[in-house]
């Protein structure tokens, strides 16, 4: 039994049943697909993340934000600035206790370097409803080339507890038709 | 060795000493003392979330959510994993235990610190949840009581490792140590890479939150945290698993079909188990694909490779068992006529199914490192690891305890007949529990919320009807879930206080008698485990492609 040393002294000699051995190697060769898989979808997939990051401070991050809110603000939301910045330039969201700023407007089908960095603490971007989930640090820049493919009202909530406002923390980005 | 006080186990003929004995005892009952209290709080977690009954206002929802990862996560399971030590090294082996007195301290080290922790939290200043995610800062003694936990539980290993350097010396029993005790070996190897791991990063962590150190990064601090947070998920595999195969053994007399497979299958966890820090860094800046990649699938996926295995050896066994008994009538008389009424039999069972089915595939998927773009801190993690650390872990060492109670407590259960009900009422709470908060992750809800709604936001987003209905589901659950576990807590507590003693009678439900021949390649016939196997394999591969679609779907990332 499993709860005794095995009868056989030289157990290591025994042969393994049939059937173990063809479950161990359909096992083992479904994990040796699955590690292909992610490799494939970096070549072929479309949803991958760049690996594209830097450091930087709050400050400067900040400076970046606010010079772009300044060049590209279209008009005002419940005291968020709302940005148009135009297709394939640089965007900036900063993630701070308890909002995502600012409100960002993109146009459908056009790409984006989206930079994601934190002012404080840990906070978590997740984009609703389609579902993409970072994570966002203080004193990393984060960058994300995004290409938003429908037309829409998005939310994007804080998803890693940041303290007694985290439920609070609640973003949008709009995506219109071009 | 009879110089040292000890008794003869009337069911095994094991020689049980006083001093492992009283070890575990004192362990195990803490173990539940802290289940109580983290399972109450789980409870009120869950009624929060439920958001018709949004029970607690948010500081307070934050504060218990911080207490039920800390006493339940790490508390009791280890509490409970020492005594499991204990259990599969002097009592298996027949041998006494190594340096008591430094296992007492041990236990007291523990004790203090997780008492330290949880007055941490309930003070309020350290509702930091129990990753306590930097620059986010807690008490100091939030971090000073997790450190002597930590230490305390390091001395259980080494008292565990001295007494198998023991019982070899003193020769109590021949050749290689029983498949638990291997089991419980891979546990403590692993332990102490996660201790080592908590070791690196909390001492800092206290040192920053005392203010002798100016910053730590966030990124390191991640990596690093997680070589303990997750790695201790994977002393809880190795636990749980050897778990099984013990109970397997005691109540159906079943033997592993093949000791050099089972063994390789937990061979695996020590050699890959450690590299899952990766797991919680998918979607973090700064951290490379091949790094993710590598990784995330324990090299190749070979740690999965080796619970696969577990996955088809110890159903294997029992039914190589039950067949030798006679049920051998069709694909699966063997497992309808299996003792389904005794609580560490069908405990042991739901376990094993609900760790692979659900926490099992849900776990791989979530961390392919593409797919965890679409769950990354959603609700389905949650969901995945209630999956795997309840219904895995907890709901097998609460069928273990159904053994201790007789072998170690020496004590008739109290209340048979609801703890024959007891494993279903909590299993398919927790089966619920699970798979609706895995809902609701997949359809955004984030987890560690106080509120969904958006009441108090200045800008609002409205989830679906159904994520509500989700978190409703899951609170149904919880409720079953706790009506269980409060259930569990009673029944162990009540036998072990006034339960009657069993003195030198056999002990019913227990089959000390070995039911299969050892290993035989030529002899096994296991047709029922094969289709149990194959379902679990088809489920397997059409979930993992369906999330591959769904990741497919949104919008194109580089």
């Given at each position: 039994m499993a709860i005794h040393p095995p009868p056989q002294r030289i157990w290591?000699?025994?042969?393994?049943?049939?059937?173990?051995?063809?479950?161990?190697?359909?096992?083992?060769?479904?994990?040796?697909?699955?590690?292909?898989?992610?490799?494939?979808?970096?070549?072929?997939?479309?949803?991958?993340?760049?690996?594209e990051s830097y450091r930087i401070t709050p400050e400067l991050f900040a400076e970046k934000a606010n010079a772009m809110v300044e060049k590209y603000q279209v008009r005002e939301e419940a005291g968020f600035p709302v940005v148009r910045p135009p297709p394939g330039s640089d965007v900036y969201m900063i993630a701070r206790l308890w909002q995502w700023w600012p409100i960002i407007e993109f146009e459908k089908d056009q790409t984006y370097r989206l930079h994601l960095s934190s002012m404080d603490w840990q906070h978590g971007f997740s984009l609703q409803p389609v579902n993409i989930n970072l994570q966002v640090h203080p004193n990393y820049d984060m960058v994300v080339t995004m290409t938003p493919n429908k037309a829409g009202e998005y939310g994007v909530v804080c998803n890693e507890f940041c303290g007694i406002g985290h439920h609070n923390m609640i973003g949008k980005i709009y995506v219109t038709e071009n | 060795m009879s110089t040292f006080k000890h008794r003869v186990c009337p069911a095994t003929g094991l020689r049980i000493h006083n001093s492992a004995e009283n070890l575990i005892k004192a362990n195990a009952v803490t173990a539940i003392v802290f289940l109580a209290v983290g399972g109450f709080f789980g409870l009120m977690v869950a009624l929060t979330r439920w958001p018709a009954v949004h029970l607690l206002p948010a500081d307070w929802f934050y504060l218990v959510l911080t207490g039920h990862g800390l006493d339940v996560l790490l508390v009791w399971i280890i509490f409970f994993e020492i005594a499991v030590l204990y259990f599969a090294s002097a009592i298996l082996l027949n041998s006494r235990?190594?340096?008591?007195?430094?296992?007492?301290?041990?236990?007291?080290?523990?004790?203090?610190?997780?008492?330290?922790?949880?007055?941490?939290?309930?003070?309020?200043n350290s509702s930091v949840m129990f990753t306590s995610y930097v620059p986010m800062q807690a008490a100091p003694h939030f971090y000073l009581g997790l450190i002597l936990f930590a230490v305390g539980a390091l001395i259980g290993c080494f008292v565990f490792f001295g007494t198998l350097v023991i019982a070899k010396e003193e020769k109590t029993y021949q050749g290689s140590v029983p498949l638990v005790t291997f089991g419980a070996i891979t546990a403590a190897i692993i332990a102490v890479f996660t201790i080592a791991s908590g070791a690196i990063i909390l001492v800092p962590t206290f040192l920053w939150s005392v203010g002798w150190i100016g910053s730590i990064d966030t990124l390191m601090y991640k990596t690093i945290w997680w070589a303990m947070g997750h790695s201790s998920q994977q002393i809880n595999v190795s636990a749980h698993v050897a778990i099984w195969y013990l109970i397997a053994a005691v109540v159906l007399g079943a033997?592993?079909?093949?000791?050099?497979?089972?063994?390789?299958?937990?061979?695996?966890?020590?050699?890959?188990?450690?590299?899952a820090s990766a797991h919680h860094l998918l979607v973090e800046p700064g951290i490379s694909s091949e790094w993710k990649i590598f990784n995330t699938s324990y090299a190749l996926y070979l740690a999965v490779l080796g619970s696969m295995l577990h996955g088809m050896t110890v159903p294997g066994s029992i039914e190589a068992a039950q067949r030798a008994r006679g049920y051998t009538n069709g694909l699966f008389e063997w497992l309808r006529k299996a003792p389904w009424g005794n609580p560490a039999f069908s405990g042991m069972f739901m376990s094993l199914v609900m760790f692979g089915f659900l926490g099992g595939i849900s776990g791989v998927v979530m961390g392919t490192e593409q797919i965890n773009i679409i769950m990354h801190n959603t609700i389905y993690v949650p969901g995945h690891f209630h999956a795997t650390v309840v219904a895995g872990t907890t709901l097998a060492f609460m069928a273990g305890t159904?053994?201790?109670?007789?072998?170690?407590?020496?004590?008739?259960?109290?209340?048979?007949g609801l703890a024959r009900w007891q494993p279903y009422l909590f299993g398919l709470g927790v089966m619920g529990i699970s798979v609706f908060m895995m809902g609701a992750g997949t359809l955004g809800v984030p987890r560690r919320v106080w509120d969904i709604t958006g009441a108090d936001a200045a800008l609002k987003y409205d989830y679906s009807g159904a994520a509500y209905l989700m978190m409703g589901l899951n609170g149904i659950s919880a409720i079953m879930a706790a009506l269980g576990g409060f259930l569990f807590i009673a029944i162990i507590v009540g036998s072990v206080l006034f339960g009657k003693r069993t003195g030198d009678k056999p002990l019913e439900g227990l089959t000390m008698t070995t039911a299969t021949k050892y290993g035989s390649a030529e002899s096994i016939r296991i047709p029922g485990t094969v289709v149990l196997v194959a379902v679990f394999f088809t489920s397997f591969v059409l979930y993992y492609f369906v999330n591959w679609k769904y990741l497919a779907e949104v919008w194109p990332l580089r």
């Open positions: 290591w000699n025994e042969p393994i049943a049939r059937t173990e051995i063809v479950w161990i190697v359909v096992a083992f060769l479904w994990g040796l697909l699955m590690f292909s898989a992610m490799i494939y979808w970096h070549m072929e997939g479309e949803q991958n993340l760049s690996n | 235990l190594a340096a008591p007195r430094w296992a007492w301290a041990g236990f007291a080290l523990m004790l203090v610190g997780a008492i330290m922790t949880n007055v941490a939290v309930l003070q309020g033997k592993p079909l093949s000791e050099k497979v089972s063994r390789m299958a937990f061979l695996m966890y020590i050699l890959f188990l450690q590299l159904y053994l201790l109670v007789p072998l170690i407590f020496q004590r008739e259960l109290i209340m048979k």
